[in-house]
């Protein structure tokens, strides 16, 4: 079977294998939208490309560790673990030793869309109440529940105090379970 027809589960459980072809294929698959992910969570191209490309290392080397659908997640999901795992590593590094920006980085206005796909997906009310929330709420909301983030992984992400994030969390849901009631 050539590496184009087969699923990236399959793809994943080759590059474990050290198929370079099936690697490539996987790169060249999902590259382009886990990009647009990481850019969505931070702004600097340049720590994004850097992300990208520990990710990408980090597949090759751990591919084997992908337990597939028996464990309950898909490729996909996987990837983007590891991703927002490399990005919260990246900004403890960047915390760590600060840098000075050349200029300001224009914020996008753009819905995610993760926003889009959610709201389409979990019906009108639900889509109605996410995009109702406050930015500031949705931003916790997505860094936790879709990316599956920790308080303190989330903390960082977004640089934020921890407790924050959890008072973010409380209030998003609390608005979303009053706005569905």
């Given at each position: 079977m050539k590496v184009t027809e087969l699923d990236e589960g399959q793809l994943l459980r080759r590059v474990a294998r050290a198929d370079r072809a099936a690697f490539d294929?996987?790169?060249?698959?999902t590259s382009p939208?886990?990009?647009?992910?990481?850019?969505?969570r931070c702004s600097d191209d340049g720590m994004v490309a850097e992300v990208l490309q520990d990710t990408y290392l980090a597949v090759w080397r751990a591919a084997g560790t992908f337990t597939g659908l028996q464990g309950g997640g898909s490729a996909?999901?996987?990837l983007?673990?590891?991703?927002?795992?490399r990005l919260v590593d990246a900004m403890r590094r960047r915390a760590r030793h600060p840098e000075v920006p050349a200029e300001e980085i224009p914020v996008r206005h753009a819905p995610a869309?993760?926003?889009?796909?959610?709201a389409g997906s979990l019906g009108d009310e639900v889509g109605v109440?996410?995009?109702?929330?406050?930015?500031e709420l949705r931003e916790v909301?997505?860094?936790m529940v879709l990316d599956g983030l920790t308080v303190r992984e989330t903390s960082i992400l977004l640089g934020l105090p921890e407790g924050t994030v959890k008072s973010r969390a409380r209030r998003a849901r609390s608005v979303l379970r009053e706005a569905l009631s």
């Open positions: 294929e996987l790169y060249r698959r939208w886990l990009a647009v992910r990481l850019r969505r996909a999901g996987w983007w673990t590891v991703a927002a795992h869309a993760e926003d889009e796909a959610l109440a996410l995009s109702e929330l406050a930015p909301l997505h860094a």
